[in-house]
């Protein structure tokens, strides 16, 4: 599991033709591609899930591209759903998760366009992909190369939260071993933390912020790395301030992670965010209407070192993610 280099991601994306009617292109550190219609600008994301929980499957499908397109500042309002199976798949699985879909859909008011469904033998088990639209006029896009020297580095929710979330889910005995009874039924009931839709549309609504990007697979390494690769800027965080839950701990102990792997951590759903700190209180607010908080763990700078604060020294921060995520969840 996990993104290729940037190196690699470069080599892959280097055959791909320019075209003025495409504003954004396949870029590292862009999880959505942006091309012109008339006078508004199309934001186009696609996202594939597999080896998640059945009962989420259909939410997080939708909800994982969705989520991009609204990290621009466009509202998500169509999509097409792509739905593969083994040759084995009974077609009632399908239905269900279409199910799912349509409900994840419907909650987000996201019209499904069009797709396909079919079984092939060289697949090993479900695989889904959406690919979500939404319009954005062109004053008003927001990217991952906008943070400047100074902004703050805000991050929201907590550190590895779908990691965490997903472990108690499918992990269920490890999980009560680990985090008790009660706290493992808490974070099996909190799926639904792993989109980031309605904050990421309140942020953009109140201009609070200058970029953003979600903490999918990589978690903060990849995402902090790709918007200073994207805005061509460096930045210094403290390690103290990250949102770190306890789980995240008892999972480091158990699995003997190093820091790395922990800032690694795929945290879907969660938003690192560029803010300007003339408004930094607008973005306090634009979240907390969401019901969430703040945290803000550094700031973006003109030079363009990438520091981590770690018990008062400042030492390089992580510069290629090392996600445990695949290997948390797969391990018996």
């Known amino acids: 599991m996990g993104k290729l280099s940037g190196k690699d991601l470069r080599d892959l994306l280097s055959c791909i033709?320019?075209?003025?009617?495409?504003?954004?292109?396949?870029?590292?550190?862009?999880?959505?591609?942006?091309?012109?219609?008339?006078?508004?600008?199309?934001v186009v994301a696609s996202d594939p899930?597999?080896?998640?929980?059945?009962e989420w499957f259909g939410f997080l499908l939708v909800n994982y591209a969705a989520s991009d397109v609204a990290l621009s500042g466009a509202k998500p309002e169509f999509c097409t759903i792509n739905l593969l199976g083994p040759l084995s798949t009974d077609p009632k699985l399908f239905k269900k998760i279409m199910g799912q879909i349509c409900q994840a859909a419907d909650e987000l008011q996201i019209a499904i366009v069009r797709g396909h469904t079919g079984t092939y033998d060289s697949l090993n088990g479900l695989v889904g992909v959406a690919t979500v639209y939404g319009s954005a006029d062109a004053g008003k896009l927001i990217t991952s190369g906008g943070a400047k020297p100074g902004d703050l580095v805000m991050f929201t929710k907590s550190l590895g939260l779908e990691t965490v979330t997903n472990f108690a889910l499918t992990k269920k005995e490890l999980a009560r071993e680990l985090f008790g009874h009660t706290r493992q039924r808490e974070l099996a009931k909190i799926v639904r933390s792993q989109s980031c839709v309605r904050e990421a549309i309140h942020l953009a609504e109140e201009k609070a912020v200058h970029a953003m990007h979600d903490s999918t697979e990589g978690g903060l390494v990849a995402a902090l790395n790709e918007i200073a690769e994207a805005s061509g800027t460096g930045f210094k965080v403290d390690l103290q301030k990250i949102l770190m839950p306890k789980e995240v701990l008892s999972l480091q102990n158990h699995f003997k992670l190093s820091i790395k792997q922990v800032l690694s951590m795929s945290s879907t759903g969660n938003i690192l965010a560029?803010?300007?700190p003339n408004v930094k209180e607008r973005a306090v607010a634009a979240l907390k209407q969401c019901g969430l908080d703040a945290c803000f763990i550094g700031e973006f700078t003109e030079n363009k070192e990438r520091l981590l604060i770690r018990s008062g020294k400042e030492t390089p921060f992580p510069d290629e993610p090392n996600d445990p995520y695949a290997f948390i969840l797969e391990t018996n």
């Not at 954004?24 to 091309?35: A, I, K, Q, S, Y």
């Not at 899930?49 to 059945?54: A, E, I, M, Q």
């Open 17 to 42: 033709k320019k075209d003025p009617r495409v504003i954004l292109p396949p870029t590292l550190g862009h999880d959505f591609g942006v091309h012109k219609i008339g006078d508004k600008y199309l």
């Open 49 to 54: 899930c597999s080896g998640v929980p059945d």
């Open 274 to 276: 560029a803010v300007d």
